[in-house]
């Protein structure tokens, strides 16, 4: 799946500057990590594949046949971007 626009990734979740202070506001050096995008984030706090409804939709395809462990493992990583996206989206309201 990939869109010919930039996709809104809603910025930087958990960045870490290069440089923080510590309780009594010494500074340290520190590696400065860009952080996870708040889509991820919210990617990973999406539907839960274990739930049983979603899991008997994994489990079958549109045809009734059984989907294989790494179809079922796409479908799930899918549905929760589409959450992400949806989630994104819901922001800008």
Do not use: C, W
């Not at 400065?32 to 995008?37: N, P, R, S």
């Not at 274990?50 to 989907?67: M, P």
């Amino acid at each position: 799946m990939s869109d010919t626009k930039t996709r809104d990734d809603g910025g930087r979740a958990f960045p870490r500057p290069a440089t923080m202070a510590d309780a009594e506001k010494h500074y340290i050096e520190a590696h400065a990590q860009e952080g996870m995008t708040l889509r991820d984030y919210f990617a990973i706090h999406g539907p839960d594949p274990t739930d049983t409804a979603i899991r008997e939709f994994l489990n079958v395809g549109d045809h009734g046949f059984v989907l294989t462990q790494q179809a079922r493992f796409d479908a799930a990583a899918a549905l929760r971007y589409t959450y992400a996206d949806a989630m994104l989206e819901a922001r800008e309201r």
